[in-house]
C-alpha cells in the first residue's frame, strides 16, 4: 500500500473554507451587543475580573480579589480561566470586553469546526472532514451551549477535544516529534479548560486511544507513544486540576450541590426519547426560551446512511463507526433514569449537574459517523458535482436543523467597561463570587461581607487598600497588591486587624518581622491577624498551598520529561502505519472538497440570513406587547408594581389525591421591575384554605426585576395534591408575593383598583387516591366514630382574634361519621369563650366515607376576641371531648376613643364595620375603626388616592393594623395607612374578602367610602 499523494492546498483556503462553514453560527456573535444567555454575562463579567487579577503580574490568578463583592474568593483555583486568555489578549488588542468575548466565542466555534476537519480527513479524507466540521458546529447541543448557556469554558474544551483526537490519530499512524508534542499540548490545554468535560471526555480520549493503538501496525510502541503522551500531557496540567480536586473542602460547592436538588444529576435524568427531540420553533418576544438539547437528526439520517456502505470502508473505519455508534447509545443510556445507579458510584460524574452534557460527546460521534458516511457517499461519485452535492445537501440540513436555536435576545446593557461593573453586577445578579450558586466561597464565610462597601476603593485604585483605621489604631503607611500588603500601624492597645479579604488557610503574616497567626473573623470569614500595642509593620499575603508547590513542580517535571522524550524520539519512532484508508485514496479530493465545502458555507449563511429577515415558521412571536397568542385567559391580568399575567392552563383539570399536575403560566413585566417578586400558586378549598402550594422566586429560570417588558416568560408549576384530600372541585389562584414588604400585591381589576390578592385561573377536580399518611410522631384522638391526627403543632402563645390552623387527618372507624365537630375555648376555670365548628361534610359529604378512610383536611379557627389567659382548645363531639392545646392568650391594647383633632365621619359597612373618624398627616393616613358584633373571618383593607383625572394615582392593599377578628364591639381601632393625600384629591376606603375577592357593600349602598381631603 502506497501513501495517497494528494494535491497540495494551502492551511489558508481550508482555514476559510471552515470559517465559511461555521458562518451561520457565528452570526449572532457578529452584532457587538451580548446575546441572552444563561451563562454567558457570568463568563463575560469574569474577563474584568480576570484582568484585574493580572495587574500585579499573576499568570494564573488562582484568588482574583474582585470577587464576592471585592474581598475575593479562589475561583480560578477550581474554575479555570484559561478558556478567557483568548478574549483577554483581544481586549488587550483594543476591543472592548463584550466585543472580545463576542469574537472569542466565535473564534472557539472555528476551532471546534477545524479540529473536526481535521479529525475526520486523518480519517476518511477531506469530504469527511467538511460534512464532520458542519455535523458539530450545528450538532443541536453544539449550538446551545454556544449560544443558549454561552458556557464559554465548555464551548472551548469541545472545540480542543476533536483536536486532541486528531493528534492521537497522527501519532499513532506517523509518529513524529511534532506529533508527539501536538498530542501533549492538546491534552493540557483540555484537560484545565471545562472540569466536567475534562471528566466525560477524558473517559473518550481514554477509549479511542486504546481504539487507535490496536488499529496500529505497532501496538506496543503506539501503546507507549500515545499513552506516554497523554500522561506526560495529563502531568502538564496538574499545576490546575491537582489543587482544584485535594482543596474542594476549602470551598462550599458540596454542600451546596447537597443542598440544591436542581442541580443534582440524578434529578434531571429523562426519558431517552428527549434526546431525539425536534427543535422548538424560535420565538423573539419569549425570554429564556426553551430549547431542544438533543441530537440532530440530520446528523443521525447521515450517520444512518454510512452503516451501509460499511462493508466497503476497511475494518478501521467499520470499527470506528461501529464503536462510536455504541457510545452514543451509551451517552444516551446515561442520561436516563436507568443509569441513577451508575451516577451515584462513579467518581467525580456526580458534580455534571445536567446528564445532557454527555450529549456534547455524542454530538462529536456523531460528526465522526456523519464523515464516514459522506466519505462512503462521495466514493460513489463520479463527477465532482455529484461529489459536491453530496456535502452541500447534508450541511444545509444541519444548518436548517439548527436555525431556531440561533435566535437569541439581545442584551445591549451587558458592556463592562471596569472591574467595578464586575462588582455591580455581582450585586445586581446574586451570582456571588461570580459563580451560578456561590459554590466557590471559602467555607469560612458563613455571612456573606457587606456589598458595596468596597466599590468606591475600586472605582479610585487598581490596587485598593484592605485595612482602614479603626478605632483603636490608625494607619500610618500602606503598600497594596492584590493579594499582598506591608501596613504600618500605630495601636492604643492590644488590637485585631482585619483585612478586607477572605480566609484561606494560605494566608501567612509576619509582624515586626515575627510570624504570626491568621485567622477568619466569626460568621464573614476575613483575614484577621493580632498587634500588640504601638507601632507595628504587619506584611501580609497569600502564599501558595503545598499542594500548589507540588502540582507546579509536576507540571515543570512534565516539560521536562517531554524534551527528553523528543531526545530519545529514534527509539520510540517505530514504523509508519497507513494515514489513510486505501479504499478511499482515490476518493480524496482536498481542492473539490474545500470548493463543496465554499459553496454549502455560502448556502449556510444564505440560510442563516433569509432566516432572520424574512417571515417563517421557525421563527415567529407569540407576544406582541398586548396580548399573547393562543392564550386560555379571558384578558391579561394586572398586578400591583408591574407585573401581568397573560395566560394560565391547567395540565389536568381531574386529579387523584396523591398524584400531581401542573400549571404553566405566562408572565411579562408591564414596565420595568425594580423589585424581587414571587408568584404563588394555590390550590384552595372553598373557605380560602390551602391544599398544594408552589412558590418559585425564578419564576421561568429568571429572577422578576430581570424581565423584559416586551417579552414574556413562561413558568411551569408543578402541584402536589397531598394524599388524602377529599374528593371534591378545588380552585387554582395565583397570588404575587413582595418579600420586601412581607404582603401579597394587589390583582387590579380593569379600572385599576385592586380586587384581592387572589387571581382565580382555573378549578380542578380531586378524586379518590392515596389515603393520607399520618406519621408516628402526629398526636392521635378519638372522638366519637372518628379519630383524628393532628399534624402540626398548636402554639404555645396567641393574641386575642388570631387565626390558629389545623392541619388534620380524619380516620373513619365506624359509620357514620359526623358532619362536624365543635371546637370549644375553655379557661382555667372551665368556662367557655365560645365555640366554632370544624366542618367535615364539606367539600367531600361524609355520607360517602367508608370505613378506614383517612382524609386530610384543613382547618381555621380564631381566638375568640375575648379570650384571656391560660386557654385549653377541645374538640367537642355528641359523645366526647378531647383537648387538642393549650396556650397563653394575650389580649392586645384597646383604646374606646377618637384623638379631639380626627375628622369624623361616621360611614358603616354592612357588616358592622364603621369609619368612625379620620386623620391625615403629611404622607399617612390613620382611619378610626369600630365594630358593632364580632367577624369570624379575616378582612383586607384597601386605600385609594384619586387624582384630578379620575384614575387613582395611589393603592395601598394590606391588613388592618390589627385583624378585624380581633376587634370588640365598643372599641376604637386605629389603623395608619402610609400614603399622601394632595389638596383636592379623594381618598377612597374599603374592605376586600380575601378568600372571594369581592368587597364588602356599604350599608348605604356601594363598595367604598369617599374621604375628601380638608
Same mark, same amino acid.
Given at each position: 500500500?502506497?501513501?495517497?499523494?494528494?494535491?497540495?492546498?494551502?492551511?489558508?483556503?481550508?482555514?476559510?473554507?471552515?470559517?465559511?462553514?461555521?458562518?451561520?453560527?457565528?452570526?449572532?456573535?457578529?452584532?457587538?451587543?451580548?446575546?441572552?444567555?444563561?451563562?454567558?454575562?457570568?463568563?463575560?463579567?469574569?474577563?474584568?475580573?480576570?484582568?484585574?487579577?493580572?495587574?500585579?503580574?499573576?499568570?494564573?490568578?488562582?484568588?482574583?480579589?474582585?470577587? *464576592?463583592?471585592?474581598?475575593?474568593?479562589?475561583?480560578?483555583?477550581?474554575?479555570?480561566?484559561?478558556?478567557?486568555?483568548?478574549?483577554?489578549?483581544?481586549?488587550?488588542?483594543?476591543?472592548?470586553?463584550?466585543?472580545?468575548?463576542?469574537?472569542?466565542?466565535?473564534?472557539?466555534?472555528?476551532?471546534?469546526?477545524?479540529?473536526?476537519?481535521?479529525?475526520?480527513?486523518?480519517?476518511?479524507?477531506?469530504?469527511?472532514?467538511?460534512?464532520?466540521?458542519?455535523?458539530?458546529?450545528?450538532?443541536?447541543?453544539?449550538?446551545?451551549?454556544?449560544?443558549?448557556?454561552?458556557?464559554?469554558?465548555?464551548?472551548?474544551?469541545?472545540?480542543?477535544?476533536?483536536?486532541?483526537?486528531?493528534?492521537?490519530?497522527?501519532?499513532?499512524?506517523?509518529?513524529?516529534?511534532?506529533?508527539?508534542?501536538?498530542?501533549?499540548?492538546? +491534552?493540557?490545554?483540555?484537560?484545565?479548560?471545562?472540569?466536567?468535560?475534562?471528566?466525560?471526555?477524558?473517559?473518550?480520549?481514554?477509549?479511542?486511544?486504546?481504539?487507535?493503538?490496536?488499529?496500529?501496525?505497532?501496538?506496543?510502541?503506539?501503546?507507549?507513544?500515545?499513552?506516554?503522551?497523554?500522561?506526560?500531557?495529563?502531568?502538564?496540567?496538574?499545576?490546575?486540576?491537582?489543587?482544584?480536586?485535594?482543596?474542594?473542602?476549602?470551598?462550599?460547592?458540596?454542600?451546596?450541590?447537597?443542598?440544591?436538588?436542581?442541580?443534582?444529576?440524578?434529578?434531571?435524568?429523562?426519558?431517552?426519547?428527549?434526546?431525539?427531540?425536534?427543535?422548538?420553533?424560535?420565538?423573539?418576544?419569549?425570554?429564556?426560551?426553551?430549547?431542544?438539547?438533543?441530537?440532530?437528526?440530520?446528523?443521525?439520517?447521515?450517520?444512518?446512511?454510512?452503516? %451501509?456502505?460499511?462493508?466497503?470502508?476497511?475494518?478501521?473505519?467499520?470499527?470506528?463507526?461501529?464503536?462510536?455508534?455504541?457510545?452514543?447509545?451509551?451517552?444516551?443510556?446515561?442520561?436516563?433514569?436507568?443509569?441513577?445507579?451508575?451516577?451515584?458510584?462513579?467518581?467525580?460524574?456526580?458534580?455534571?449537574?445536567?446528564?445532557?452534557?454527555?450529549?456534547?460527546?455524542?454530538?462529536?460521534?456523531?460528526?465522526?459517523?456523519?464523515?464516514?458516511?459522506?466519505?462512503?457517499?462521495?466514493?460513489?461519485?463520479?463527477?465532482?458535482?455529484?461529489? =459536491?452535492?453530496?456535502?452541500?445537501?447534508?450541511?444545509?440540513?444541519?444548518?436548517?436543523?439548527?436555525?431556531?436555536?440561533?435566535?437569541?435576545?439581545?442584551?445591549?446593557?451587558?458592556?463592562?467597561?471596569?472591574?467595578?461593573?464586575?462588582?455591580?453586577?455581582?450585586?445586581?445578579?446574586?451570582?456571588?463570587?461570580?459563580?451560578?450558586?456561590?459554590?466557590?466561597?471559602?467555607?469560612?464565610?458563613?455571612?456573606?461581607?457587606?456589598?458595596?462597601?468596597? @466599590?468606591?476603593?475600586?472605582?479610585?485604585?487598581?490596587?485598593?487598600?484592605?485595612?482602614?483605621?479603626?478605632? +483603636?489604631?490608625?494607619?500610618?503607611?500602606?503598600?497594596?497588591?492584590?493579594?499582598?500588603?506591608?501596613?504600618?500601624?500605630?495601636?492604643?492597645?492590644?488590637?485585631?486587624?482585619?483585612?478586607?479579604?477572605?480566609?484561606?488557610?494560605?494566608?501567612?503574616?509576619?509582624?515586626?518581622?515575627?510570624?504570626?497567626?491568621?485567622?477568619?473573623?466569626?460568621?464573614?470569614?476575613?483575614?484577621?491577624?493580632?498587634?500588640?500595642?504601638?507601632?507595628?509593620?504587619?506584611?501580609?499575603?497569600?502564599?501558595?498551598?503545598?499542594?500548589?508547590?507540588?502540582?507546579?513542580?509536576?507540571?515543570?517535571?512534565?516539560?521536562?520529561?517531554?524534551?527528553?522524550?523528543?531526545?530519545?524520539?529514534?527509539?520510540?519512532?517505530?514504523?509508519?502505519?497507513?494515514?489513510?484508508?486505501?479504499?478511499?485514496?482515490?476518493?480524496?479530493?482536498?481542492?473539490?472538497?474545500?470548493?463543496?465545502?465554499?459553496?454549502?458555507?455560502?448556502?449556510?449563511?444564505?440560510?442563516?440570513?433569509?432566516?432572520?429577515?424574512?417571515?417563517?415558521?421557525?421563527?415567529?412571536?407569540?407576544?406582541?406587547?398586548?396580548?399573547?397568542?393562543?392564550?386560555?385567559?379571558?384578558?391579561?391580568?394586572?398586578?400591583?408594581?408591574?407585573?401581568?399575567?397573560?395566560?394560565?392552563?391547567?395540565?389536568?383539570?381531574?386529579?387523584?389525591?396523591?398524584?400531581?399536575?401542573?400549571?404553566?403560566?405566562?408572565?411579562?413585566?408591564?414596565?420595568?421591575?425594580?423589585?424581587?417578586?414571587?408568584?404563588?400558586?394555590?390550590?384552595?378549598?372553598?373557605?380560602?384554605?390551602?391544599?398544594?402550594?408552589?412558590?418559585?422566586?425564578?419564576?421561568?429560570?429568571?429572577?422578576?426585576?430581570?424581565? @423584559?417588558?416586551?417579552?414574556?416568560?413562561?413558568?411551569?408549576?408543578?402541584?402536589?395534591?397531598?394524599?388524602? +384530600?377529599?374528593?371534591?372541585?378545588?380552585?387554582?389562584?395565583?397570588? =404575587?408575593?413582595?418579600?420586601?414588604?412581607?404582603?401579597?400585591?394587589?390583582?387590579?381589576?380593569?379600572?385599576?383598583?385592586?380586587?384581592?390578592?387572589?387571581?382565580?385561573?382555573?378549578?380542578?377536580? *380531586?378524586?379518590?387516591?392515596?389515603?393520607?399518611?399520618?406519621?408516628?410522631?402526629?398526636?392521635?384522638?378519638?372522638?366519637?366514630?372518628?379519630?383524628?391526627?393532628?399534624?402540626?403543632?398548636?402554639?404555645?402563645?396567641?393574641?386575642?382574634?388570631?387565626?390558629?390552623?389545623?392541619?388534620?387527618?380524619?380516620?373513619?372507624?365506624?359509620?357514620?361519621?359526623?358532619?362536624?365537630?365543635?371546637?370549644?375555648?375553655?379557661?382555667?376555670?372551665?368556662?367557655?369563650?365560645?365555640?366554632?365548628?370544624?366542618?367535615?361534610?364539606?367539600?367531600?359529604?361524609?355520607?360517602?366515607?367508608?370505613?378506614?378512610?383517612?382524609? @386530610?383536611?384543613?382547618?381555621?379557627?380564631?381566638?375568640?376576641?375575648?379570650?384571656?389567659?391560660?386557654?385549653?382548645?377541645?374538640?367537642?363531639?355528641?359523645?366526647?371531648?378531647?383537648?387538642?392545646? +393549650?396556650?397563653?392568650?394575650?389580649?392586645?391594647?384597646?383604646?374606646?376613643?377618637?384623638?379631639?383633632?380626627?375628622?369624623?365621619?361616621?360611614?358603616?359597612?354592612?357588616?358592622?364595620?364603621?369609619?368612625?373618624?379620620?386623620?391625615?398627616?403629611?404622607?399617612?393616613?390613620? %382611619?378610626?375603626?369600630?365594630?358593632?358584633?364580632?367577624?369570624?373571618?379575616?378582612?383586607?383593607? %384597601?386605600?385609594?388616592?384619586?387624582?384630578?383625572?379620575?384614575?387613582?394615582?395611589?393603592?395601598?392593599?394590606?391588613?388592618?393594623?390589627?385583624?378585624?377578628?380581633?376587634?370588640?364591639?365598643?372599641?376604637?381601632?386605629?389603623?395608619?395607612?402610609?400614603?399622601?393625600?394632595?389638596?383636592?384629591?379623594?381618598?377612597?376606603?374599603?374592605?376586600?374578602?380575601?378568600?372571594?375577592?369581592?368587597? =364588602?357593600?356599604?350599608?348605604?349602598?356601594?363598595? %367604598?367610602?369617599?374621604?375628601?381631603?380638608?
Amino acid at each position: 500500500m502506497s501513501r495517497f499523494q494528494s494535491p497540495r492546498v494551502g492551511a489558508l483556503p481550508v482555514i476559510a473554507a471552515i470559517v465559511l462553514i461555521c458562518g451561520a453560527a457565528i452570526i449572532p456573535f457578529l452584532h457587538g451587543v451580548m446575546p441572552e444567555t444563561a451563562d454567558g454575562t457570568i463568563h463575560l463579567y469574569r474577563l474584568p475580573i480576570l484582568d484585574h487579577a493580572m495587574q500585579d503580574g499573576s499568570l494564573w490568578p488562582r484568588f482574583p480579589v474582585a470577587t *464576592v463583592y471585592g474581598y475575593g474568593s479562589p475561583l480560578f483555583n477550581f474554575y479555570s480561566p484559561l478558556s478567557l486568555y483568548p478574549m483577554h489578549a483581544l481586549h488587550l488588542a483594543g476591543l472592548s470586553y463584550t466585543q472580545a468575548w463576542l469574537f472569542g466565542m466565535a473564534f472557539y466555534i472555528v476551532v471546534a469546526g477545524l479540529g473536526m476537519y481535521l479529525l475526520m480527513t486523518a480519517w476518511a479524507g477531506s469530504f469527511a472532514g467538511v460534512v464532520a466540521a458542519a455535523a458539530y458546529v450545528y450538532a443541536p447541543y453544539f449550538v446551545y451551549d454556544a449560544l443558549w448557556r454561552g458556557t464559554t469554558s465548555e464551548t472551548a474544551a469541545l472545540a480542543i477535544l476533536p483536536w486532541v483526537l486528531w493528534a492521537i490519530k497522527l501519532l499513532a499512524d506517523a509518529p513524529s516529534r511534532q506529533s508527539f508534542v501536538a498530542v501533549v499540548l492538546s +491534552t493540557a490545554l483540555f484537560m484545565p479548560m471545562h472540569n466536567i468535560t475534562t471528566v466525560l471526555g477524558g473517559a473518550l480520549i481514554g477509549g479511542y486511544g486504546l481504539f487507535v493503538v490496536a488499529a496500529s501496525r505497532s501496538r506496543r510502541l503506539a501503546l507507549i507513544r500515545v499513552f506516554g503522551a497523554l500522561m506526560l500531557g495529563l502531568l502538564l496540567a496538574a499545576f490546575y486540576w491537582y489543587p482544584a480536586i485535594r482543596e474542594t473542602p476549602n470551598i462550599k460547592i458540596d454542600a451546596i450541590t447537597s443542598a440544591l436538588p436542581d442541580i443534582d444529576v440524578t434529578r434531571n435524568l429523562r426519558s431517552a426519547w428527549e434526546s431525539f427531540a425536534v427543535p422548538v420553533p424560535a420565538d423573539p418576544s419569549r425570554q429564556q426560551a426553551l430549547a431542544a438539547v438533543a441530537l440532530g437528526w440530520p446528523q443521525l439520517l447521515m450517520a444512518a446512511l454510512g452503516i %451501509f456502505g460499511l462493508r466497503r470502508m476497511g475494518a478501521r473505519i467499520a470499527w470506528l463507526a461501529i464503536l462510536s455508534a455504541a457510545a452514543i447509545a451509551g451517552t444516551v443510556f446515561m442520561t436516563t433514569p436507568a443509569s441513577e445507579a451508575l451516577w451515584r458510584v462513579l467518581p467525580l460524574i456526580g458534580y455534571t449537574q445536567y446528564p445532557t452534557r454527555l450529549l456534547g460527546l455524542a454530538s462529536l460521534l456523531l460528526g465522526v459517523m456523519a464523515g464516514i458516511s459522506a466519505a462512503a457517499i462521495t466514493s460513489h461519485a463520479v463527477r465532482w458535482n455529484g461529489k =459536491v452535492v453530496a456535502v452541500v445537501i447534508p450541511v444545509a440540513a444541519m444548518v436548517l436543523w439548527a436555525l431556531p436555536m440561533t435566535t437569541r435576545t439581545p442584551l445591549p446593557e451587558h458592556q463592562p467597561k471596569s472591574v467595578v461593573d464586575a462588582l455591580d453586577f455581582e450585586v445586581n445578579s446574586g451570582f456571588v463570587g461570580s459563580s451560578s450558586f456561590g459554590e466557590y466561597v471559602p467555607v469560612w464565610t458563613a455571612e456573606f461581607p457587606d456589598q458595596g462597601a468596597l @466599590r468606591d476603593r475600586y472605582a479610585a485604585d487598581t490596587f485598593i487598600s484592605r485595612l482602614t483605621d479603626g478605632d +483603636t489604631y490608625h494607619v500610618e503607611a500602606a503598600e497594596w497588591r492584590n493579594t499582598w500588603g506591608r501596613v504600618t500601624v500605630e495601636a492604643e492597645r492590644p488590637t485585631t486587624l482585619t483585612f478586607d479579604w477572605l480566609y484561606l488557610p494560605y494566608w501567612q503574616a509576619t509582624v515586626n518581622g515575627e510570624s504570626a497567626d491568621v485567622r477568619p473573623s466569626p460568621e464573614v470569614g476575613l483575614v484577621q491577624v493580632d498587634i500588640e500595642a504601638g507601632r507595628s509593620t504587619v506584611e501580609i499575603g497569600l502564599m501558595p498551598s503545598r499542594t500548589q508547590v507540588i502540582a507546579t513542580i509536576a507540571s515543570a517535571a512534565a516539560i521536562l520529561a517531554t524534551v527528553g522524550v523528543l531526545g530519545l524520539w529514534p527509539i520510540l519512532r517505530g514504523r509508519r502505519a497507513v494515514v489513510y484508508v486505501t479504499r478511499f485514496e482515490a476518493a480524496r479530493d482536498v481542492q473539490r472538497a474545500v470548493a463543496a465545502a465554499v459553496i454549502a458555507g455560502i448556502l449556510g449563511i444564505g440560510i442563516k440570513l433569509a432566516y432572520d429577515l424574512l417571515p417563517n415558521p421557525l421563527r415567529s412571536s407569540r407576544y406582541d406587547g398586548r396580548v399573547l397568542a393562543d392564550a386560555h385567559l379571558g384578558r391579561p391580568v394586572e398586578f400591583a408594581d408591574g407585573l401581568r399575567l397573560l395566560d394560565a392552563q391547567l395540565a389536568d383539570t381531574s386529579v387523584p389525591a396523591g398524584a400531581s399536575t401542573s400549571l404553566t403560566l405566562a408572565w411579562t413585566a408591564a414596565d420595568a421591575v425594580t423589585p424581587k417578586l414571587i408568584p404563588v400558586v394555590r390550590v384552595m378549598d372553598s373557605a380560602g384554605r390551602d391544599i398544594a402550594r408552589s412558590s418559585d422566586d425564578r419564576p421561568g429560570g429568571l429572577e422578576t426585576q430581570h424581565w @423584559r417588558p416586551e417579552q414574556y416568560v413562561i413558568q411551569q408549576v408543578a402541584l402536589m395534591v397531598p394524599g388524602g +384530600t377529599p374528593p371534591g372541585r378545588y380552585t387554582v389562584g395565583v397570588e =404575587v408575593y413582595d418579600p420586601a414588604s412581607g404582603r401579597a400585591l394587589d390583582v387590579l381589576d380593569v379600572a385599576g383598583a385592586p380586587a384581592g390578592v387572589t387571581m382565580t385561573v382555573g378549578e380542578v377536580e *380531586v378524586t379518590r387516591g392515596e389515603s393520607a399518611p399520618v406519621p408516628e410522631s402526629a398526636g392521635v384522638y378519638d372522638l366519637d366514630t372518628v379519630s383524628v391526627a393532628i399534624l402540626n403543632d398548636m402554639p404555645e402563645t396567641a393574641t386575642s382574634g388570631d387565626t390558629i390552623v389545623i392541619d388534620a387527618v380524619w380516620t373513619v372507624n365506624v359509620l357514620p361519621a359526623p358532619p362536624a365537630i365543635r371546637v370549644e375555648w375553655r379557661a382555667e376555670s372551665g368556662d367557655s369563650f365560645g365555640d366554632s365548628t370544624l366542618t367535615l361534610d364539606h367539600p367531600f359529604p361524609v355520607t360517602q366515607w367508608r370505613i378506614g378512610d383517612r382524609w @386530610r383536611l384543613t382547618h381555621s379557627i380564631v381566638v375568640p376576641p375575648h379570650a384571656v389567659g391560660r386557654v385549653s382548645v377541645m374538640l367537642v363531639g355528641e359523645r366526647s371531648s378531647v383537648e387538642i392545646g +393549650t396556650l397563653q392568650v394575650s389580649a392586645p391594647t384597646r383604646v374606646h376613643s377618637m384623638p379631639p383633632d380626627a375628622i369624623s365621619d361616621g360611614v358603616e359597612w354592612a357588616n358592622g364595620i364603621a369609619l368612625e373618624g379620620y386623620q391625615v398627616s403629611g404622607g399617612a393616613v390613620t %382611619f378610626y375603626w369600630s365594630n358593632s358584633g364580632i367577624l369570624r373571618s379575616g378582612l383586607r383593607r %384597601f386605600a385609594q388616592v384619586i387624582g384630578e383625572s379620575g384614575v387613582p394615582r395611589v393603592i395601598v392593599d394590606g391588613s388592618p393594623a390589627r385583624a378585624v377578628t380581633s376587634w370588640l364591639p365598643g372599641e376604637i381601632v386605629p389603623d395608619t395607612v402610609e400614603l399622601e393625600v394632595q389638596a383636592g384629591e379623594e381618598l377612597r376606603v374599603g374592605w376586600v374578602d380575601p378568600i372571594t375577592g369581592n368587597r =364588602v357593600e356599604l350599608a348605604a349602598g356601594g363598595d %367604598f367610602a369617599a374621604v375628601t381631603r380638608h
